[in-house]
């Protein structure tokens, strides 16, 4: 059989291109249904590139298989040949007109979804007023710049409460000199002086700090701002930032009473 006298041959069934039977839309056109909008292309009835099927055999529960004639605008130009299913089916896809398989793909390539990734912002917009990286870091300004840290340890108003980095390095300071990982309550003065400056702060060495209602957890340290009050704070083990929890404990008053009971510097008190 030639190619001609199939394409002469009657239609047992006609296809749109668009509905995509197994990988069709991939071996004749070189895209899936994520890359064209199919439903769009269906919605306006694109009849334009068609497969007609000329032959078919069944074998019952072992599959069929059919061979098609595809067609651009009523005009042959290839022929496609499937049997089986999935996985264990096979497919060849011949070509006699490439000139006219060129224009109908590319006609099938114009129904292509628009892959625009991202937010759309404007010159406006302040990175430093979005939520960040789903909880694991934000934008900052610090001092004459800006920084990229831990989402946790900023507030809703974007101040940082600890420095992150500082407090690495510090550790890491320390772990040279001693030889071993900073623990429990040992690491507080590297906590106190991983505060960025302009924050008034107070390292509180205590189970049973006033007002806060931890249930025996160690209150590291207490920083104030303009909005309120926040404990840094951890079970006991302390080796890095991910060991700190924070949060907002109270107004701003709450920090003067902390100075209260252990005073106004930053030290170590005794419990």
Known sequence: MKPHELYSMPDLSIDPWYLDRGNRLDELFGVSVYDVDVDAAEEANDERVLLHEKLRAEWGDEGAASVYAVTFNGKPYGIYMTAGEGDYGKSRFLVTDRGLQSVAQQHVLSWGRKHEKGDEIDGSFDLTSFGG????????????????????????????????????????????????????????????ASIPEGLRSLVVNDIDAPGTGFGGRWIAAVVATDEGTYALHTNGGFSDASDLSCERIGGEDLFDRFVERYGATASLPTP
Do not use: C, P
């Not at 934000?138 to 600890?162: I, N, P």
């Open 133 to 192: 990286l789903g909880g694991y870091a934000t934008v900052v300004k610090s001092g004459d710049g800006y920084r990229l840290v831990g989402e946790r340890f900023v507030t809703d108003e974007g101040v940082m409460l600890l420095d992150e980095t500082a407090l690495a390095d510090a550790i890491g300071r320390r772990f040279v000199i001693s030889g071993r990982v900073v623990a429990d309550r040992d690491g507080a003065d590297l906590i106190a």
